[in-house]
């Protein structure tokens, strides 16, 4: 059977902590054929793709209200104005974040339904990281998301959707939407799926799918620094048939995960940063990675505080690299002065200046490059000390990442990225990996974040309470 089925994607994940905004120009925005994945269409290659538009955006302060509405409407012109379609499949984040909306992906959703109409079945696939209001249940048929942290599992997890949309449309299903939310907050690194308990609750996931009654199964760990009503976790269960099934089973699940919850952690050892800095220096192999955990890029920290540069200065800290600081003005000084050329520079705290300030360095420039997604980069030898610095906030996760600047993380003892957990790529390099509990807009310190709209009561923030889990239902 042919089907035409539109698609796109606004992908953001919003940190509410953050003081600046995300801006139309941080989106990479893709049109026509290349914004549909290759894998997709050589999967499917009996659907008829109808692309809209598909943005997406390094995680960071909440979108501007201009941006969004340009993005947005763009994708909603290219919808109306599509041939007719049997199905809608959206990528998108699940913790947008809007300057004066709270979900971008209920805002998006909405205005949806009123072009095509409620007949027109609508798939999403969403990060783990996703905030789920349950108001997007009601817009949707099909919900489904990331079971891996790190995130591996991309395309898996737009197949899913893919293949539970043509299901429903095949055989003329009418999806019940079932979602428990957990009052209960926890960064990522709390739930890395490697380890317990968060390996053991996603497993049982697909458990679940073996009932014939339900059709796809997510547990959303939420994103808390996006601090919203809804930035707690989530289960959603999809089914048919059988609404009391389905809503059950859910309820079952979130009784397990609240019975566990006191055992969610850090999977590494979590100190301070002068901690952090003297154990590795004691620890006998190389390198020894050390995650700014309260400037975490990847989560929509800055990308500029100068904390753990400050600290290796103090400690006379010998063969470390600092991946890397986001500081355009220092950027183009080096670069005019050129590779080479000693300099004194004020380096970080020019966007997050609430958890610390500029601080005078002098050091030699080593390196200038420009990289592949044009980003200039300069490396800065201050002492013992190598740092990179970027003309964007840009994360180093990748060894490709170091590569363009003309480092390898492998020739260093210690090495300090601006990321939470290790991805793989990085942690089967890692001789041990320290999670630094350094202060920022992802500060994993939950107790000094200033949290301004998450509904309370909420575990860990608050302990000494009860909860039962109660199931919304969509049919």
């Given at each position: 059977?042919?089907?035409?089925?539109?698609?796109?994607?606004?992908?953001?994940?919003?940190?509410?902590?953050?003081?600046?905004?995300?801006?139309?120009?941080?989106?990479?925005?893709?049109?026509g054929r290349d914004s549909i994945p290759l894998f997709l269409r050589k999967t499917f290659s009996d659907i008829c793709f109808i692309p809209t538009l598909y943005a997406r955006a390094l995680p960071g302060g909440i979108v501007s209200r201009?941006?969004?509405?340009?993005?947005?409407?763009?994708?909603?012109?290219?919808?109306?104005?599509?041939?007719?379609?049997?199905?809608?499949?959206?990528?998108?984040?699940?913790?947008?974040?809007?300057?004066?909306?709270?979900?971008g992906e209920v805002d998006l959703l909405n205005r949806i339904r009123?072009?095509?109409?409620?007949?027109?079945?609508?798939?999403?696939?969403?990060?783990?990281?996703?905030?789920?209001?349950?108001?997007l249940l009601e817009l949707v048929d099909i919900i489904t998301a990331y079971r891996t942290a790190p995130h591996i599992d991309w395309e898996e997890t737009c197949l899913r959707a893919m293949m539970t949309l043509i299901r429903v449309l095949r055989k003329n299903i009418k999806p019940i939407r079932s979602i428990v939310k957990i009052?209960?907050?926890?960064?990522?690194?709390?739930?890395?799926?490697?380890?317990?308990?968060?390996?053991?609750?996603y497993n049982k996931l697909v458990e679940y799918e073996s009932n014939p009654y339900i059709i796809d199964t997510s547990l959303l760990i939420g994103c808390m620094w996006s601090d919203l009503p809804f930035s707690n976790m989530s289960i959603i269960f999809i089914g048919?048939?059988?609404?009391?099934?389905?809503?059950?089973?859910?309820?079952?699940?979130?009784?397990?995960?609240?019975?566990?919850?006191?055992?969610?952690?850090?999977?590494?050892?979590?100190?301070?940063?002068?901690?952090?800095?003297?154990?590795?220096?004691?620890?006998?192999?190389?390198?020894?990675?050390?995650?700014?955990?309260?400037?975490?890029i990847t989560a929509g920290a800055a990308g500029d505080t100068n904390i753990c540069l400050s600290k290796a200065i103090e400690r006379?800290?010998?063969?470390?690299?600092?991946?890397?600081?986001?500081?355009?003005?220092?950027?183009?000084?080096?670069?005019?002065?050129?590779t080479g050329s000693s300099i004194r520079l004020e380096v970080g705290g020019k966007i997050d200046n609430v958890n610390c300030k500029p601080i005078q360095i002098n050091g030699r420039i080593i390196n200038l490059k420009i990289s592949s997604d044009g980003t200039k980069l300069t490396l800065l030898r201050i002492n013992g000390i190598?740092?990179?610095?970027?003309?964007?906030?840009?994360?180093?996760?990748?060894?490709?990442?170091?590569?363009?600047?003309?480092?390898?993380?492998?020739?260093?003892?210690?090495?300090?990225?601006?990321?939470?957990?290790?991805?793989?790529?990085?942690?089967?390099?890692?001789?041990?990996?320290?999670?630094?509990?350094?202060?920022?807009?992802?500060?994993?310190?939950?107790?000094?974040l200033k949290f301004k709209n998450i509904k309370r009561p909420v575990y860990p923030l608050d302990e000494d309470f009860s909860w039962t889990p109660k199931a919304i239902t969509y049919k």
């Open positions: 059977m042919f089907f035409k089925i539109a698609f796109g994607g606004l992908k953001h994940e919003s940190n509410g902590f953050a003081n600046f905004n995300t801006e139309l120009e941080d989106f990479k925005i893709m049109r201009k941006a969004y509405e340009e993005l947005r409407n763009e994708l909603l012109f290219r919808l109306e104005n599509s041939l007719s379609i049997d199905g809608i499949y959206l990528d998108l984040h699940g913790a947008m974040r809007i300057v004066g909306i709270d979900s009123d072009i095509v109409g409620w007949d027109i079945p609508i798939a999403l696939s969403l990060d783990l990281h996703g905030n789920i209001s349950p108001k009052p209960f907050i926890l960064p990522g690194e709390w739930a890395v799926t490697y380890t317990e308990p968060a390996k053991t609750l048919r048939e059988r609404e009391d099934i389905v809503s059950k089973l859910a309820e079952k699940y979130g009784e397990e995960i609240w019975s566990r919850r006191k055992e969610f952690g850090f999977e590494v050892d979590a100190l301070s940063i002068e901690d952090s800095l003297d154990k590795a220096i004691k620890l006998p192999g190389k390198p020894i990675f050390i995650s700014d955990s309260g400037d975490n006379k800290c010998k063969n470390v690299l600092i991946a890397g600081i986001f500081d355009r003005d220092a950027v183009e000084k080096c670069f005019e002065k050129g190598d740092v990179i610095l970027a003309s964007r906030r840009k994360t180093f996760h990748m060894l490709r990442d170091f590569y363009e600047i003309g480092v390898d993380p492998r020739d260093y003892k210690i090495v300090i990225v601006k990321i939470g957990y290790l991805v793989p790529s990085l942690r089967i390099l890692a001789y041990k990996n320290i999670l630094a509990l350094t202060p920022g807009f992802t500060d994993q310190v939950i107790e000094r």
